[in-house]
């Protein structure tokens, strides 16, 4: 190839896999989504592994898992000077840009005190055009810094609109040298009322369908908050059009890696479960679609790997030929998204919480390890195993069968592969708390979230 690849790398926050029209999603309207996954490298396993804003962009930036970054509850701090993917590829020649919502600055208060601070510059990672905000989920009241310059500016409008015009217009000016930048939009994460007045109307009475697995009593709230979530993601489609668009203005969409994806997705009732940060597939499980017609041609294709926060680096610096760097903990899925590989069924990602806090606290859930295979989900907690799903058979995971002596054979195989991956990354896994004393995090707010009730399981005969 003649030029190094540019990378578009458009991240939603909470957009779970199965929201998708491509996925055949019903109530989704996003055919600019449903055009581009029939032009790409469809990743259908992918997904993550700590399912919660600040760990998985932590593990991003870095391509190490949690434990190893530190960041493995919301609001902690990443290490400013940790090896991350922008100085990565700066050292590699390109340009890099961010732009929309960080959450890594954290807020060592521990009750989201940074969250409208200005970043130092040092503390942006290395990105060489950076307009960021910590954390804001008021998309009408959004604001960024740019750069070095402390003085806060908003976004006009509805922010992922006005941030998908920064990064076409980001576009449109590098197109001379390769580039690498990121978008990260805050919708469709909560609150849900508050897409654009013509997305809500499109929702406001439409039948939403459920999953299987939201309990009977619950399906009158899942069906409320669906309808604000799926408004949110029409309009997030028209943004997408709006990086597309600018790729095809500037002549540089043949040579261009485009990747789609989330941080994590959302459970919205299923399984009796209200949020994020759960072992479930509509917590874990993320869209991933990468496009780059140099290399697979305009007809797109589906991809089988269970792809992981802390592959993304890696995986995108083989893409681009460049070094991965030592402190790099993730896997290379380069060679097969190249073709020049193909899974074999044993591949797996590691699911990996070290700490109760959030929406585990409130449920009287415990910290958890465990492996998302092609097919199966397997869970433990320092308690013993917790859960085992055989996703062929059941896909809205409904039946757990971590007693069944006909998955006897399984689980311990499964068990042990786990604890080969602990034992590679020098996890101990130890008790939750034991993690947050060490770390001095134990005064953060989401740590002390009193438990409201004891989850059970809603489908245990």
């Avoid at 929702?203 to 009977?216: A, G, K, Q, T």
């Avoid at 449920?363 to 989900?377: I, P, S, V």
């Amino acid at each position: 190839m003649s030029k190094s690849p540019n990378i578009v790398y458009v991240f939603a926050d909470e957009w779970r896999a199965q929201a998708t029209g491509y996925n055949g999603d019903e109530n989704c309207e996003t055919p600019v989504l449903d055009r581009l996954a029939s032009e790409s490298i469809n990743v259908t396993h992918a997904v993550a592994g700590c399912p919660v804003c600040s760990p998985y962009r932590a593990s991003l930036l870095t391509g190490q898992y949690p434990l190893t970054h530190g960041v493995y509850i919301v609001d902690a701090e990443l290490n400013p000077d940790c090896l991350s993917i922008a100085r990565a590829f700066n050292d590699g020649g390109y340009d890099t840009a961010y732009i929309g919502k960080w959450h890594l600055y954290g807020s060592p208060d521990g009750d989201y005190g940074r969250r409208d601070d200005f970043i130092p510059r040092r503390k942006q990672m290395g990105f060489s055009y950076w307009k960021g905000y910590e954390c804001t989920h008021e998309y009408y009241d959004s604001y960024y810094y740019f750069n070095e310059d402390p003085t806060p500016r908003k976004w006009e409008g509805y922010d992922a609109f006005a941030q998908s015009r920064d990064a076409a217009k980001y576009i449109e000016d590098h197109a001379e040298k390769p580039f690498f930048m990121m978008l990260s939009w805050g919708p469709p994460h909560f609150p849900l009322d508050t897409a654009p007045e013509e997305y809500r109307q499109r929702y406001e009475n439409r039948n939403i369908s459920l999953r299987p697995n939201v309990p009977p009593e619950l399906r009158e709230k899942a069906t409320a908050e669906l309808r604000g979530y799926y408004a949110h993601i029409a309009a997030l489609d028209d943004c997408l059009a709006i990086i597309l668009d600018a790729l095809d203005s500037a002549g540089l969409a043949e040579n261009t890696i485009v990747v789609f994806t989330s941080d994590h997705g959302d459970m919205f009732q299923s399984q009796g479960l209200g949020t994020k940060l759960l072992p479930w597939d509509e917590s874990i499980r993320v869209p991933f679609l990468v496009r780059w017609p140099q290399l697979h041609g305009d007809a797109g294709r589906a991809l089988s790997i269970p792809l992981d926060a802390p592959d993304i680096m890696p995986t995108l610096l083989g893409l681009c030929d460049m070094p991965v760097p030592a402190t790099v903990e993730g896997r290379d899925w380069s060679a097969f998204l190249r073709g020049e590989c193909k899974p074999d069924g044993s591949e797996a990602a590691l699911l990996l919480v070290p700490a109760e806090f959030g929406e585990l606290r409130k449920n009287g859930l415990k910290a958890y390890r465990g492996l998302r295979t092609l097919r199966y989900t397997y869970v433990e907690t320092t308690d013993g195993p917790w859960l085992l799903y055989d996703n062929k058979n059941d896909p809205y995971q409904m039946n757990n069968q971590i007693e069944d002596p006909q998955y006897a054979e399984l689980q311990m195989e499964l068990a042990a592969r786990l604890r080969d991956r602990l034992t590679e990354l020098g996890d101990d896994f130890l008790e939750g708390h034991v993690y947050l004393d060490r770390d001095g995090l134990t005064h953060f707010t989401s740590v002390n979230i009193p438990c409201e009730r004891t989850w059970e399981d809603p489908w245990k005969a």
